[in-house]
């Protein structure tokens, strides 16, 4: 197992303030492919919504607590302390606290590609908005962006085809997106 140098010094912790943290713990490379390893703590009845991975796998080994998880259009199971889930690339899913303690996992993702960007984002962005949800500039510019990568499936396509458009025009014209004048460039689609 080799550990990759990387510019950003771990691990990296984020909170979306609405039950969920994430740590990103550090890079590794094995057998050529690159993986970032994670540790999460999520409250009762927190967790993400409805999203897909378009070019990552990720993988949750329970420390403590009950996961619920929902894979689109099929019924919802839990898994407990000591088992695992893992979400494959193009698989819509979710999962939640279903247990009434801190829900910990650790786990990986790979490869990590912008994901450490973008639900770093996702999470600042949820926090400042107050509401539980990335506030709606921030939602279209990031899904905009990395569509190749990322998707929430709990955006209608109304909103993203139609609103979220209008709202990128209006926001850039307010200097709406100088926050990601630096963001890094999307993986293009395989």
């Not at 950003?8 to 303030?17: A, L, M, Q, S």
């Not at 506030?135 to 279209?140: H, I, K, M, V, Y």
């Given at each position: 197992?080799?550990?990759?140098?990387m510019?950003?010094?771990?691990?990296?912790?984020?909170?979306?303030?609405?039950g969920?943290?994430?740590?990103?713990?550090?890079?590794?490379?094995r057998?050529?492919?690159e993986y970032?390893?994670v540790?999460?703590?999520v409250?009762?009845?927190?967790?993400?919504?409805?999203?897909?991975?378009?070019?990552?796998?990720?993988?949750?080994h329970?420390?403590?607590?009950?996961?619920?998880i929902?894979?689109l259009?099929?019924?919802?199971?839990?898994v407990?302390?000591?088992?695992?889930a893992?979400?494959?690339?193009?698989i819509?899913?979710?999962?939640?606290?279903?247990?009434?303690?801190?829900?910990h996992?650790k786990?990986?993702i790979?490869?990590p590609?912008n994901i450490?960007?973008?639900?770093?984002?996702?999470?600042r962005?949820s926090r400042?908005?107050?509401?539980?949800?990335p506030?709606?500039?921030?939602?279209?510019f990031l899904?905009?962006?990395?569509?190749?990568?990322?998707?929430m499936?709990g955006?209608?396509?109304?909103?993203?085809?139609?609103?979220?458009?209008?709202?990128?025009?209006?926001?850039?014209?307010?200097?709406?997106?100088?926050p990601?004048?630096?963001?890094?460039?999307?993986?293009?689609?395989?």
């Open positions: 197992m080799e550990t990759l140098t510019e950003k010094n771990y691990p990296v912790t984020i909170d979306n303030g609405h969920e943290r994430l740590t990103f713990l550090g890079r590794e490379l057998d050529g492919v970032v390893q540790e999460n703590q409250s009762p009845g927190a967790g993400p919504p409805m999203h897909v991975h378009h070019q990552q796998h990720e993988s949750l329970i420390l403590e607590g009950k996961m619920g929902e894979v259009g099929k019924q919802p199971y839990f407990h302390k000591g088992e695992s893992t979400f494959e690339p193009g819509a899913h979710r999962f939640w606290n279903a247990g009434d303690t801190v829900l996992c786990g990986e790979w490869p590609h450490e960007y973008f639900l770093g984002e996702i999470y962005s400042e908005n107050g509401h539980g949800r506030g709606a500039f921030d939602s279209a899904l905009k962006k990395y569509h190749t990568e990322f998707d499936l955006i209608p396509a109304f909103v993203k085809k139609v609103v979220f458009p209008v709202i990128l025009f209006l926001g850039k014209m307010r200097g709406k997106d100088k990601f004048q630096n963001a890094p460039e999307a993986q293009p689609a395989p």
